[in-house]
Protein backbone atom coordinates (compact mmCIF):
# COMPACT_ATOMS: atom_id res chain seq x y z
CA UNK A 1 0.00 0.00 0.00
CA UNK A 2 1.48 3.37 -0.85
CA UNK A 3 1.96 5.67 1.81
CA UNK A 4 -0.24 8.51 1.81
CA UNK A 5 1.50 11.91 1.00
CA UNK A 6 0.37 15.16 2.96
CA UNK A 7 1.11 18.81 3.02
CA UNK A 8 2.01 21.05 6.07
CA UNK A 9 -1.57 22.36 6.54
CA UNK A 10 -2.96 18.93 6.14
CA UNK A 11 -0.72 17.62 8.60
CA UNK A 12 -1.61 20.65 10.85
CA UNK A 13 -5.20 19.65 10.46
CA UNK A 14 -5.04 16.37 11.29
CA UNK A 15 -2.72 16.70 14.32
CA UNK A 16 -5.85 19.30 15.70
CA UNK A 17 -8.21 16.66 14.98
CA UNK A 18 -6.58 13.89 16.63
CA UNK A 19 -6.30 16.79 19.97
CA UNK A 20 -9.36 16.93 19.56
CA UNK A 21 -10.56 13.49 20.01
CA UNK A 22 -8.32 12.63 22.33
CA UNK A 23 -8.71 15.45 24.95
CA UNK A 24 -12.25 16.68 24.44
CA UNK A 25 -14.14 14.19 22.51
CA UNK A 26 -12.87 10.59 23.70
CA UNK A 27 -13.39 12.26 27.45
CA UNK A 28 -16.72 13.45 27.39
CA UNK A 29 -18.11 9.83 25.88
CA UNK A 30 -16.40 8.36 28.50
CA UNK A 31 -17.82 10.48 30.97
CA UNK A 32 -21.48 10.29 29.31
CA UNK A 33 -21.23 6.27 29.77
CA UNK A 34 -19.71 6.26 32.95
CA UNK A 35 -23.04 8.62 33.99
CA UNK A 36 -24.96 5.31 31.95
CA UNK A 37 -23.72 3.05 29.34
CA UNK A 38 -26.36 4.21 26.53
CA UNK A 39 -25.82 1.80 23.05
CA UNK A 40 -25.45 4.57 20.99
CA UNK A 41 -22.90 6.47 23.34
CA UNK A 42 -20.85 3.43 23.67
CA UNK A 43 -21.40 2.99 19.61
CA UNK A 44 -19.59 6.37 19.31
CA UNK A 45 -17.00 6.49 21.73
CA UNK A 46 -15.39 3.44 20.03
CA UNK A 47 -16.08 5.06 16.25
CA UNK A 48 -14.65 7.62 17.79
CA UNK A 49 -11.40 5.80 19.10
CA UNK A 50 -11.03 4.01 16.22
CA UNK A 51 -11.17 7.36 14.42
CA UNK A 52 -8.48 8.59 16.51
CA UNK A 53 -6.41 5.39 15.53
CA UNK A 54 -6.61 5.97 11.75
CA UNK A 55 -6.10 9.72 12.15
CA UNK A 56 -2.79 8.50 14.22
CA UNK A 57 -1.52 6.03 11.78
CA UNK A 58 -2.05 8.82 9.00
CA UNK A 59 0.55 10.85 11.04
CA UNK A 60 2.79 8.34 11.84
CA UNK A 61 3.61 6.74 8.02
CA UNK A 62 2.97 9.64 5.84
CA UNK A 63 5.47 11.31 3.72
CA UNK A 64 5.41 15.10 3.49
CA UNK A 65 4.18 16.53 0.00
CA UNK A 66 6.98 18.96 0.16
CA UNK A 67 9.23 16.29 -0.40
CA UNK A 68 7.27 14.39 -2.97
CA UNK A 69 8.55 15.20 -7.06
CA UNK A 70 5.59 17.75 -8.43
CA UNK A 71 4.88 17.75 -12.24
CA UNK A 72 3.17 21.06 -12.93
CA UNK A 73 1.47 20.21 -15.77
CA UNK A 74 -0.89 17.00 -14.64
CA UNK A 75 -2.89 17.25 -11.69
CA UNK A 76 -1.67 15.46 -8.38
CA UNK A 77 -2.54 14.48 -4.68
CA UNK A 78 -2.16 17.76 -3.01
CA UNK A 79 -2.90 20.59 -6.15
CA UNK A 80 -5.38 22.87 -6.17
CA UNK A 81 -7.08 23.43 -9.12
CA UNK A 82 -9.01 25.96 -10.49
CA UNK A 83 -12.46 24.68 -12.90
CA UNK A 84 -14.87 26.27 -14.97
CA UNK A 85 -18.25 23.83 -14.96
CA UNK A 86 -19.03 23.50 -18.91
CA UNK A 87 -21.53 26.10 -20.09
CA UNK A 88 -20.87 28.45 -17.01
CA UNK A 89 -18.39 31.27 -16.30
CA UNK A 90 -18.24 30.72 -12.71
CA UNK A 91 -14.91 28.78 -11.61
CA UNK A 92 -14.19 27.26 -8.63
CA UNK A 93 -10.88 25.81 -6.45
CA UNK A 94 -10.62 22.73 -5.17
CA UNK A 95 -7.37 21.43 -3.44
CA UNK A 96 -7.18 17.00 -3.90
CA UNK A 97 -6.19 15.37 -0.68
CA UNK A 98 -6.48 11.93 0.54
CA UNK A 99 -9.78 10.24 2.10
CA UNK A 100 -9.36 11.44 5.78
CA UNK A 101 -8.52 14.81 4.97
CA UNK A 102 -11.50 15.78 2.75
CA UNK A 103 -13.80 15.53 5.91
CA UNK A 104 -11.93 18.54 7.29
CA UNK A 105 -12.50 21.34 5.07
CA UNK A 106 -15.01 21.98 1.95
CA UNK A 107 -12.75 23.06 -0.25
CA UNK A 108 -10.53 19.84 0.34
CA UNK A 109 -12.23 17.27 -2.55
CA UNK A 110 -10.95 13.38 -1.68
CA UNK A 111 -9.08 11.83 -4.78
CA UNK A 112 -11.22 8.95 -4.00
CA UNK A 113 -14.54 10.77 -4.94
CA UNK A 114 -16.20 11.25 -8.53
CA UNK A 115 -14.94 14.69 -8.76
CA UNK A 116 -11.49 14.31 -7.37
CA UNK A 117 -10.84 11.15 -9.22
CA UNK A 118 -12.00 12.49 -12.36
CA UNK A 119 -9.64 15.66 -11.77
CA UNK A 120 -6.33 13.45 -10.77
CA UNK A 121 -4.18 13.04 -13.74
CA UNK A 122 -5.33 15.29 -15.72
CA UNK A 123 -3.70 18.77 -17.43
CA UNK A 124 -4.69 22.67 -17.75
CA UNK A 125 -6.90 22.92 -20.91
CA UNK A 126 -8.43 19.34 -20.50
CA UNK A 127 -12.36 18.54 -19.66
CA UNK A 128 -13.16 16.34 -16.90
CA UNK A 129 -16.43 14.25 -16.75
CA UNK A 130 -18.06 13.14 -13.78
CA UNK A 131 -21.01 10.99 -13.66
CA UNK A 132 -23.79 11.98 -11.17
CA UNK A 133 -26.99 9.94 -10.44
CA UNK A 134 -29.11 11.83 -12.55
CA UNK A 135 -26.26 13.20 -14.98
CA UNK A 136 -22.99 14.29 -16.23
CA UNK A 137 -21.27 17.39 -15.22
CA UNK A 138 -18.60 18.67 -17.44
CA UNK A 139 -15.49 20.83 -15.82
CA UNK A 140 -12.78 22.34 -17.72
CA UNK A 141 -9.23 22.60 -15.76
CA UNK A 142 -7.53 25.68 -16.12
CA UNK A 143 -5.15 26.18 -13.26
CA UNK A 144 -3.20 23.57 -11.22
CA UNK A 145 -1.08 24.66 -8.63
CA UNK A 146 0.87 23.16 -5.76
CA UNK A 147 -0.23 23.82 -2.79
CA UNK A 148 1.01 25.30 -0.01
Given at each position: ????????????????R???????????????I????E?SI??????T???AV??R????V???????P?????????????????R??????F???GE?????????????????S????S???????????????RY????V??G?
Amino acid sequence: MERPRLSQEVRRSLRERLRVLEEERIPRLQREIAAGPEPSIVAALQATREEAVRVRHTLSVALPLEEVPHDPSTVELGDTVTVRRSRSSTRARFTLVGELEARLDEAWVSVESPLGSALLGSHVGETVEISLPDRRVRYEVLAVERGP
